[in-house]
């Protein structure tokens, strides 16, 4: 089944201690999209500015990726710059250029309609719960947001969690978010604004996902998969958008939503991750195929393994 | 088989936002002396001074802890007191108070010769490897070390790390250690110092063991216990010691030593610590039973356990 992906674009100009690269294609939605791209059908809502060229559509088509969604306005694609040279955890943003992506209104085609997945990238709360009001049909809503709008639109995103099924944010995020420098407790708090489920990230050591009580099965019991130790992480960026990518796009692709396909997804989203991370940018994402795919998620697999 | 604990026996006054306790009976060893004792027989090697009294002992014999390694000095037994009030993560020290601690010299005694396991608690790395080659005849060492001897006995502790079989220490120990910023790095460079396994304790996210090329079985994939979200941590102080006991208790109850044991171990290890922060100081490890061990070491296990 197909999902929406409502996200960003950008070119993004990155430094780490392995090397830098300038103006390369980016964003939450392009990490998101070509990590799912390997799962299921995936359908692009995003605003590009016309420095974006064919050349960089192609990178998306070449994954079958449906781009009809994607606005081409007037002015600069969105840009941002940055550098994880001290620390690999955390960039340090040297720009960040919104131009056409500021007054990005998303418009889903009439084409996308019947899709029945949605991840609405982090954007506005207000355009995601717009998004979302206008997808009728949709069986599951996936969401991400970030610190600035939990500090700036608060109100606004009250009113979106309770329109996302599954919300994936990281530690700092959620301990922001409920107020609680607990995480558990923290997880509680924001089930308790809307979410049936939701998706801890915790960088290098894996992913959490807690359930609200008998949401996707029985009881309240969290899972928690790994990620692999990866010894060159070259690029961070975007590994939090590939992750989200992967975990949706795995569930995007299964008869059934139920706890065990959520696992699985969890350990899906901690492989692309963890792919997305090993070169610069999407280029490790582009690339990839879904045996080097499935023969990593058993390497996930085995990582916490009993016998 | 019975292990030797080599460790500090402490009073420690502690305050978490849960409350506050003063002198109560800690220190590294008798949080590893407890956690390893539901496992394995046990041997304390410690000093404490003249305010140790028969109460305190008590709670060691109890736990059926040989208690005749320990050395009743002149002078008071080892203080410490901490606060953990705005990150459960990281102790903030208000006192430490050596007292008989500063002049520690570990004895053996000869009923504990024919130990087969040894666990060099985090005390000077000349300490640790004087015990060490005393005691010929122990098949497998485990052992601890701080970033204190990191940066000022890093010529002996290098010495020490050669007699290690099964280094445990934390992620910004290792860091520390290795002069590298990059975790799986990290664990590659303390390997080659000499263990043949690193047991990396990432607190609330678990832990991850990592192994020297051929060391234990074959191949050199790590492996990763993950630690269950604790809503209520009451008490953070000694969950290390808690984790190595449990991860060193566990393989000295086991006939064989093998990855699998290992595994096995670092889930062990995981479900102690995890109690260890449930109540102030080791009250929560002077009560526990095998089974509720057992239903903990199972809840871990399907907290990352695919079907």
């Known amino acids: 089944m197909s999902i929406i992906a409502v996200g960003s674009i950008a070119f993004d100009t990155i430094a780490t201690p392995s090397g830098r690269v300038d103006n390369v294609l980016g964003g939450s939605g392009t990490y998101f999209a070509l990590a799912a791209s390997y799962f299921t059908d995936v359908r692009v809502v995003a605003v590009v500015g016309e420095d974006f060229t064919s050349q960089h559509e192609a990178v998306l088509k070449k994954r079958n990726i449906d781009t009809r969604g994607i606005e081409h306005a007037k002015g600069k694609t969105f ?135 008998g949401a996707f099965g029985i009881g309240a019991h969290p899972f928690r998969a790994p990620a692999l130790p990866i010894e060159e992480v070259k690029d961070p960026t975007g590994a939090g958008d590939s992750f989200a990518g992967g975990f949706m796009g795995y569930i995007a692709s299964q008869e059934q939503l139920n706890r065990e396909v959520l696992k699985r997804a969890l350990f899906y989203g901690g492989v692309m991750g963890s792919f997305a991370v090993e070169r610069f940018g999407t280029e490790r994402l582009q690339s990839l195929t879904r045996q080097e795919i499935d023969s990593r998620f058993q390497i996930f697999r085995e990582l916490t393994h009993l016998e």
């Not at 040279?85 to 720009?95: Q, S, V």
């Not at 599954?166 to 997880?187: F, H, Q, T, Y």
């Open 79 to 213: 840009r941002w710059g940055g550098q994880y040279l001290d620390n690999l955890n955390e960039a340090k943003t040297d720009f960040t250029e919104l131009n056409v992506f500021e007054r990005f209104q998303p418009r889903i085609p009439p084409e996308y309609m019947d899709s029945k997945f949605l991840f609405l990238g982090n954007i506005h709360p207000g355009l995601q719960a717009a998004v979302r009001l206008e997808m009728d049909g949709v069986s599951l809503t996936g969401g991400d947001t970030m610190n600035y709008w939990i500090q700036s639109s608060r109100q606004e995103l009250t009113e979106t969690l309770k329109l996302i099924n599954v919300l994936l944010i990281n530690d700092g995020e959620a301990k922001m978010l409920a107020g609680e420098g607990s995480l558990p407790r923290a997880a509680r708090k924001v089930l308790a604004m809307g979410p049936q489920a939701l998706v801890l990230k915790h960088g290098e050591y894996g992913a959490t996902i807690f359930f609200r009580e």
